[in-house]
Each structure stands twice: as C-alpha cells, then as structure tokens.
C-alpha cells in the first residue's frame, strides 16, 4: 500500500513560482507512475502533469505547457512538480497520485481514473 504526503502549496502572486512535493512511504515508489491533478471550485478533476516511473516518459496539460516541470528523485521517494509563471487559472487544490507501472508502457496515460494511490492534497492559490 502506497502513502502519498503532498507539501509545498500556499499563496503566490501571480507570475511567481512554486514547487510542490510528493512524498511516498511505505513502499518505494519506483515502480509507481505518479501524476499532479488539480480541481478548481465547481470544476472537473484535471490531469497537470504525469511520469513514468524512471523518468523517462512525461505528459503535460496544454495550458501547463512551458510553465510546469515535472521530476522525480526515486532515492528520495519524492515527486516535485515546479510551477512558475503562476496565473489565477492555475488556483486550485493539488493532489498526487500513483500507479503500479513498473515497466515500459506502449502508450501511457495520464488518466485519473487509472491511478490508484491518492494523497489528500494541498491548496494553491494565485492572487492577482
């Protein structure tokens, strides 16, 4: 059983930066594909961003194109998700999740419904 702690969210002006954190415990989580999704007051859960589980496979929304960097340390058992360029649009709640995916996928997904783990999120707020 996978445990995922996010950290790192708060409140950013808009144009500022923030880097979130995943922290996976009690199992490694190397052989996990893990993801950031966000969910805005009355929206739909969005996919931000996913990994494979060396690295060696990445999938951005569109509108986190160029803005948002994705990256894993498997040593540290942790996930980041570097957000800069911080729009109002990006104001919601981030959650982190994982995936038994240990080996080469033929065409990965960033689907929420696929992933299984799930952390108990962290805010972001983008003030203007």
């Known amino acids: 059983q996978l445990h995922l702690v996010e950290s790192g969210g708060g409140l950013v002006q808009t144009g500022g930066s923030l880097r979130l954190s995943c922290s996976a415990s009690?199992?490694?989580?190397?052989?996990?594909?893990v993801g950031w999704f966000r969910q805005a007051p009355g929206k739909e859960r969005e996919g931000v961003s996913c990994?494979?589980?060396?690295?060696?496979?990445?999938y951005y929304t569109d509108s986190v194109k160029g803005r948002f960097t994705i990256s894993r340390d498997n040593g540290k058992n942790t996930v980041y998700l570097q957000m800069d360029s911080l729009q109002s649009d990006d104001t919601a709640v981030y959650f982190c999740?994982?995936?038994?995916?240990?080996?080469?996928?033929?065409?990965?997904?960033?689907?929420?419904?696929?992933?299984?783990?799930w952390g108990q999120g962290t805010q972001v707020t983008v003030s203007s």
């Open positions: 999740a994982a995936v038994w995916a240990p080996g080469y996928e033929i065409q990965p997904t960033c689907e929420a419904d696929t992933f299984r783990f």
């Open positions: 009690i199992v490694p989580v190397v052989n996990y594909k």
């Open positions: 990994i494979s589980n060396i690295g060696d496979w990445t």
